[in-house]
């Protein structure tokens, strides 16, 4: 073996496909921005690059949340390890929870408990891949299925949610990019990175869609219910009779508390195809090889669901629905940039660049990147979720930090306008 500085070489290195997966995911992304941050710049950083709010006081959790985490830990009860799936009161009352909005019953054998959604994600697109297969993804969409699928022998295959119709999912790209080794297709409702809404008719055309496929429907439902426009929230489990739907979700979202990882996985199939097929034992071995959340936490789940006040939501969708009329307002007043259609759902927006107006801004990274050093206002660029020359604008902030952040958009753009 040859010798380096005197000693044998190290026989081991870095996996460099791993090295280069954070430059599609979101957290990495924003990490990068985060490093061309004027240090001079003495105002606030205004963060509306990510989906965490709990940093600020007016999205703070419901207190019952609070008080049935100290309850579980101060009982003693839930200082063991959990089952792999975890405890069966935590599943049972997410199963009763999620049943409410479905024509059907779902069991505790239906739940697993995941660490968060992002490990829903992970053990959903394990358990499906084999060499050969492939998976149909929304574009734009959460990129972290994109950064997983190929650890999972899962070939990418992109679908266009389309602008120009609330961003529905473009059905004909979804039929012409199957093929016999298409295993599923993943929807977002409500929609990360858009702000769209499904309606129930869309959603049971996606159903019908897949059924015609032979695929399944891989539903992933963080936002659900955090829907604030004329189109109410409907789950994909309501089309579980049509197609075997495997509904990925979390407290993060709704409860407002990313940092305690909740996240479920749940297998929507009144007909038994998903057991049949072995996609629930797979599921089962792979929870067997991973981590779970922590016990005490899932200890609360059943007083957190069975007590949460409906006037802790409403206040939350009243803050969102405000939140969302301040930047749809803002961006409208801003030639610049353009949102197609004004979010009825989850924290964000996309926003189109108008780089025919803007000088010396190359793309949206660019603009991302100059705007964090020239402003201290972190927004994502569209590239990190599959659009380029958009951005992505998160509205789940203080309305004033909202407001100033929007303001030195504003500014930063007529500072780069093209000279008439």
């Known amino acids: 073996m040859a010798m380096e500085n005197g000693s044998k070489r190290w026989g081991f290195q870095s996996n460099k496909g791993l090295n280069t997966a954070p430059s599609i995911r979101v957290r990495g992304v924003i990490n990068a921005l985060m490093e061309y941050l004027n240090k001079q710049d003495e105002r606030p950083l205004i963060p509306l690059g990510n989906g965490d709010p709990s940093a600020f006081p007016c999205f703070r959790t419901t207190s019952v949340a609070e008080d049935a985490v100290v309850h579980a830990l101060k009982s003693a009860k839930y200082n063991c390890y959990a089952p792999s799936g975890g405890i069966l009161p935590a599943r049972r009352a997410i199963a009763d929870h999620l049943s409410r909005d479905l024509p059907y019953k779902l069991s505790a054998d239906d739940v697993f408990v995941t660490l968060g ?39 990418v295959r992109h679908f ?20 016999e ?40 439902e963080v936002y659900g219910h955090l829907t604030f426009g004329s189109t109410p929230y409907v789950p994909m489990g309501v089309f579980g009779s049509i197609v075997p739907v495997l509904s990925l979700g979390s407290m993060s979202k709704r409860w407002l508390v990313p940092g305690w990882r909740i996240g479920w996985l749940v297998a929507i199939d009144p007909n038994g195809i998903l057991k049949r097929s072995g996609v629930v034992d797979s599921i089962c071995s792979c929870l067997d ?15 957190i669901l069975e007590n949460t006040k409906k006037d802790f939501f409403l206040k939350i969708i009243n803050l969102l629905r405000e939140a969302v009329d301040i930047c749809y307002d803002r961006i409208q007043d801003n030639p610049y940039i353009t949102c197609t259609k004004k979010p009825e759902g989850s924290m964000f927006l996309m926003a189109k660049l108008n ?31 599959g659009m380029k020359n958009w951005i992505r604008i998160s509205f789940a902030i203080e309305p004033s930090a909202l407001e100033d952040g929007l303001g030195r958009i504003k500014s930063f753009c007529e500072r780069h306008a093209k000279k008439q």
């Open 117 to 155: 959604c992002i490990h829903a994600i992970e053990v959903t697109l394990r358990a499906l891949g084999r060499p050969g297969t492939n998976i149909l993804l929304p574009r734009p969409g959460f990129p972290y299925y994109e950064a997983v699928a190929p650890q999972t022998c899962l070939e």
């Open 160 to 179: 266009d949610v389309l602008p120009e119709k609330g961003w529905e999912v473009d059905l004909e790209a979804v039929e012409a990019l199957a093929d």
């Open 181 to 220: 080794n298409t295993v599923a297709m993943v929807i977002i409702n409500s929609g990360n990175p858009c702000g769209n809404v499904y309606s129930y008719e869309h959603l049971k055309e996606i159903a019908e869609t897949a059924r015609k496929l032979g695929i399944m429907v891989i539903a992933d």
């Open 289 to 303: 090889l991973s981590s779970n959340p922590a016990t005490f936490i899932q200890g609360a789940i059943p007083e």
């Open 355 to 385: 780089s025919s107006l803007l000088e010396g801004i190359k793309d949206d990274m660019d603009f991302c990147l100059k705007l964090a050093k020239e402003e201290s206002v972190i927004v994502l660029p569209g590239i990190a979720v």
